[in-house]
């Protein structure tokens, strides 16, 4: 069961029960009234397939399902976002509408994730509560650090649905990377022919920020070497912005003696022109010749160096024999897995929001279906602990 209360982050609640239909879970949700000021029970009553609760003294609602069996109904309670008001009558049994009925009279676990601004989250009154609800078996899920609706920053972020999702369905827990130094690499790299022009990619990043937001979740210390993208990066994460293949393989070498992991999804060019024109290339000839050489392959390099990193995870994007190039690039590459995907399609790989994996490693191999990128890295950064986990203990 979802409970939503009245905050601005209502709407990535919409987003949250999408998420979790894709994974086949049943949602019903509750609003509370200061939640439809922010967004309509229609718009969760089409996403969840279910009807919506509103009200506790509605002869209508109480018929169709009432609270208590609501309440026995759901196995998992998550309410996001929660607002302080809310936690505050959790927290000392105030039972004044549906959401906080619900509340009182459950007995599964409760799941909540806290959305208010920063000063209201700093407030003593306010961790008070919520060290009460911990204490009475409650599992808090975030608030974030970041920039807020009302223009400040601070704490009171509410988590990413797919960061809930994750917790919720114990893919990942925040302590599976703890004290682990993970490097990846993402997005595309320029490769310039003058000043204005250049050859690159269709990579947006999505994939490789995903991963940076799902390993900083599992509690590791995440270097992120980017290419040039339009994604904001977490403010927890050690960002380094590149532009070039050459620039993105310096800046890993450089910091790759103190990584535990390293992943590879950045669409590195594989060529680059052998010179770039100073000055901005005039349109003469009819046809026009560029001159290219390979670049370094930054991937086999760590993966074959003498600092290698203990866990090592490329990607493949392939148009055709995915499992045969990526089980090739596998042992060429002298990786610990790899995470191939079906790029030039119409649905996943470059730029879009969702994706699909065919993960290989020596032993074994995983399917990873498609759904939205966020989710589907929380899900290779739990298999990569699997697997790291395995080869430390054999
Ligand atoms: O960024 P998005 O829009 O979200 O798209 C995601 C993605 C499709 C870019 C991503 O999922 C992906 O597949 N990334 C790897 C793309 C790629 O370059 O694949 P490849 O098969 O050509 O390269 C194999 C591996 O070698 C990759 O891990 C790549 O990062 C690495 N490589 C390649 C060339 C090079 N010079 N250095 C490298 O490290």
């Given at each position: 069961?979802?409970?939503i ?16 239909r ?10 509370t ?27 209508e ?10 309440a ?14 809310s ?15 619900l509340?009182?009279?459950?007995t ?69 990377f ?21 050859i ?6 999505k ?8 390993a ?12 040039p ?6 403010d927890?994460?050690n960002?380094?912005a ?52 390979k ?8 993966a074959?160096?003498a ?17 045969h ?7 060429q ?9 079906w790029?030039g ?14 993960v ?9 279906k ?25």
């Open positions: 069961m979802l409970g209360c009245g905050g601005i982050a209502a709407y990535k609640s919409a987003e949250l029960v999408r998420l979790l894709k994974q086949d879970i049943e949602v019903r949700v509750v609003m009234q200061a939640a439809m000021q922010f967004i309509s029970p229609l718009t969760f009553q089409a996403l969840s397939a279910n009807p919506v609760s509103t009200n506790l003294l509605d002869t609602e109480e018929n169709a399902m009432g609270h208590i069996n609501l026995r109904w759901a196995d998992k309670i998550i309410i996001a976002p929660a607002t302080a008001n936690m505050a009558k959790f927290s000392l049994g105030l039972a004044d509408d549906l959401l906080s009925t509340y009182l009279a459950a599964c676990p409760v799941y909540i994730a806290p959305a208010m601004n920063q000063a209201m989250w700093n407030k003593a009154i306010t961790q008070e509560h919520i060290q009460r609800l911990e204490t009475q078996g409650v599992h808090i899920i975030g608030p974030e650090e970041g920039e807020q609706a009302c223009g400040e920053t601070g704490g009171g972020r509410m988590s990413e649905p797919a960061k809930i999702l994750a917790v919720l369905t114990r893919q990942v827990t925040p302590k599976f703890k004290n682990i130094n993970i490097l990846i690499t993402a997005g595309p790299t320029r490769e310039a022919l003058d000043p204005v022009r250049y690159s990619n269709r990579s947006s990043g994939m490789g920020y995903a991963l940076a937001e799902a900083l979740y599992a509690g590791a210390n995440v270097t992120l070497v980017s290419g993208v339009t994604i904001t990066a977490p927890k994460l960002l380094v590149v532009e070039t293949a050459e620039q993105m393989y310096q800046a890993v070498i450089s910091r790759i003696p103190e990584q535990h992991v390293f992943i590879a999804a950045a669409a590195v060019a594989d060529y680059s022109p052998i010179t770039a024109s100073k000055e901005k290339i005039k349109k003469q000839q009819d046809k026009h010749r560029i001159e290219l050489q670049t370094k392959d930054i991937l086999a390099e760590v074959l160096g600092d290698r990193p203990d866990f090592i995870v490329g990607f493949a994007a392939e148009t055709e024999n995915l499992e190039y990526a089980k090739n690039k596998l042992k590459k002298n990786l610990d897995m790899i995470a191939a995907n790029v399609r119409t649905q996943g790989g470059f730029d879009s929001d969702e994706n699909a994996l065919e290989f490693w020596d032993a074994g191999q995983k399917t990873l498609m759904t939205d990128k966020k989710q589907l890295a929380v899900q290779l950064i739990a298999l990569i602990a699997e697997k790291m986990n395995e080869k430390n203990t054999t």
